[in-house]
């Protein structure tokens, strides 16, 4: 594990502070809902977007700072670490990494108050892994952009008011910030995944798209929605990461407690097994989720890919392990509708699926061996 700051340590032990006193009553209770008021606590303390400029209200940190805030509350809340990855982490981040000045200044500062969110839209029905099969069109129609398509699987529309959209542009792939109350877009359906959280399929008829929402586009625009792409990954390493860490240490206090043939559950050997290996899974996660974060910040803030990739491909594979594990040692209690563990459970295996499934995390790494060999071992 890195070695962290006085100021990063200083970091942790306040938002876990913030978490132990103010969201663990309702931990477990958010049925689905974005967890506002806790994000809107962690805004004014200034916690939310650390890693985002000053210029736009954030904190000014670095990515790893971003990923220390997300553990330290996803141990209490892990609604709440997932709310902090998506806008730390995903869109809001790729806008301003690549945005214009005016998308900047107009959609990063509601984020960073909580006073809004902006979803993601990648996936449509007939394109998931497959991003060249993208359907989702910009045309030029004399001065404006129009956009035509559609994406489905998007999670966090209902409480946001744009999406960063992928499409197609006529001189390859880029992406665009789409208000959903425009006209042309139509919401078509909301669902619910297997978690319990909303997602949403969205259509978009001639859409004109301003000139200051294009965040990617022209023959680089692919290659940077793939840097942004990176930090997703490491976000979603990261929450699983989180995931495995709240279902360890539930599992520790209920082996404590729970006695069986007159003696605590955590005096037998069936049950520290289970303990010490997915602690060991757990920590070695972490360790790589950190160091890819760490070389990102050395190498201009952008993860490379074949670094993102193992650190998404590993938690997401240790995650589900883990949980389980936790579940099992929980027995029927942790299998009940409502309990903590059944739906850490839920939460688990959707980081399998989201930011790339493992199976193309696989081709990602295989392809940037291929390409550069084995990295170095520094």
């Known amino acids: 594990m890195i070695s962290l700051s006085p100021e990063q340590k200083l970091l942790v032990s306040s938002v876990t502070d913030i978490a132990e006193r103010e969201f663990a009553d309702r931990a477990f209770e958010w049925n689905g809902e974005p967890p506002w008021e806790n994000a809107q606590l962690l805004a004014d303390r200034g916690f939310l977007g650390v890693n985002f400029s000053e210029e736009y209200g954030g ?47 107009r959609y990063l500062p509601p984020v960073l108050d909580a006073e809004d969110s902006i979803a993601i839209g990648i996936s449509e029905p007939e394109a998931g892994s497959d991003v060249g099969a993208m359907r989702t069109r910009i045309k030029e129609d004399g001065d404006d952009l129009v956009l035509d398509g559609e994406k489905t699987w998007v999670s966090n529309v209902e409480q ?11 001189d390859g792939l880029g992406s ?31 859409v004109v798209v301003p000139e200051e929402n294009v965040v990617t586009s022209g023959p680089e625009g692919f290659k940077n929605q793939l840097r942004a ?32 043939f007159d003696q605590p559950i955590d005096e037998f050997q069936g ?10 899974e757990l920590e070695a996660s972490r360790a790589l989720t950190h160091r890819t974060a760490v070389r990102a910040h050395e190498q201009g803030r952008i993860p490379a890919r074949l670094d993102a990739s193992m650190a998404k491909l590993r938690a997401s594979e240790m995650v589900e392990h883990v949980v ?18 059944e739906y850490l459970y839920r939460l688990a295996r959707g980081r399998r699926l989201a930011a790339g499934t493992d199976e193309i995390q696989k081709n990602q790494i295989a392809a940037a061996l291929k390409q550069n060999g084995l990295p170095n071992p520094t």
């Open 324 to 341: 389980s594990e936790a579940l099992q040692i929980h027995g029927a209690n942790g299998y009940q509708q409502g309990h903590p563990l």
């Open 176 to 206: 665009v910030i789409v208000e959903f109350d425009w006209d042309g877009v139509e919401i078509e359906q909301h669902y619910a995944n297997m978690a319990g959280h909303h997602q949403t399929h969205f259509l978009m008829e001639d």
């Open 271 to 280: 049950i520290e097994w289970k303990l010490a290996d997915a602690a060991t």
């Open 59 to 105: 904190g000014g940190m670095t990515e790893l700072d971003a990923i220390l805030t997300i553990e330290a509350v996803g141990r209490i809340c892990p609604d709440t670490a997932e709310f902090l990855y998506n806008q730390q982490l995903v869109a809001p981040r790729a806008i301003e990494l690549f945005g214009t000045e005016d998308a900047k200044e």
């Open 229 to 260: 792409l990176n930090w997703e990954r490491v976000g979603s390493a990261t929450l699983a990461n989180t995931l495995a860490s709240c279902a360890l240490e539930k599992a520790l206090e209920y082996a404590e407690q729970r006695t069986q």
């Open 160 to 170: 946001s008011s744009a999406a960063l959209v992928w499409t197609q542009f006529p």
